[in-house]
């Protein structure tokens, strides 16, 4: 076990204290490690022992080797555990936005972070496996990175996400093998990356893909063949994954009634608003906010 990560419970929600935006660091899970979920991206390794992982994507037998990737708002917990022993590995929403924006272009970190998680009905959650050589390098880099706890995390942001960074690489080159990525030099259409952005900025705009389309100065048709190539999804389906992200952190942050916050992502319509949350979280919104409560200023 390490020193006391840079993560505080309220209830039933993980949120980040002391301005840490990466860290990386040993869990011992005995029994049963209850349901949560957490305002940041996180990669659980598992290191020994054996356990269960519970999630909305079922139930997954673990052994030593194992990755799982969690998007933010995901919920998730551990059952049956006997001494299983995770290095778990998290960073902020706001470096994903900031200085990790630039892997949407990558073929594989964009996979890895930003589209993978949601291809073939995975509701946000990604499982992988690291063999040998992968697990050492992997594990080199989150050495790495626990040992920069001791470090004031103001001074030592760029160590931070270039450890992070090497830790990402070698788990999305793992990832793109299984799933059949390319990591060809192309990247991802710069159409692609400005229909991202510009329904990121204004999720309550009611988007159409026509709209969308015209924006771009190209046949919506079109548009949608370079998207879905680009993020196994269409622009509207990946508006709407944005959207449930953004409601559910609103959820755990905020006071916010849900009719509100469900305008604030643009489903002004409260029904249709519940229906796309509990069809993504397999909670209704109330029941979320209920179970996972909120955390103040984080």
Known sequence: MTEDPPVENTRTLLHFIDGSVAYAGHYLHEDTHPVHTHSFVEIAVVMSGS?????????????????????????????????????????????????LAWTRQDPQLGHLLWTGPYSGQRRGILYTHLHDDALTGCLEHLDGLQKLRTQP????????????MLFLSGLARVVAETDQISGGSAGTHSAVLDAMRMMEDRPAHQWTLTELAAELHLAPGYLVRLFKSATGLPPMAYLSRHRVELAAARLLHTDQPINRIGESVGWPDQNYFARRFKSHYGLSASVYRTRFTRAIKH
């Open 153 to 164: 995390p103001g001074d030592y942001r760029g160590d931070l996400i270039g450890r992070l």
């Open 51 to 99: 356990g269960v992982h519970h999630s909305l994507a079922g139930r997954q037998e673990l052994q030593v080797g194992d990755a799982i990737l969690l998007r933010p708002g995901v919920w998730h917990g551990y059952e049956h555990c006997r001494r299983l022993d995770l290095y778990n590995c998290c960073f902020s929403t706001e470096l994903l936005q900031r200085e």
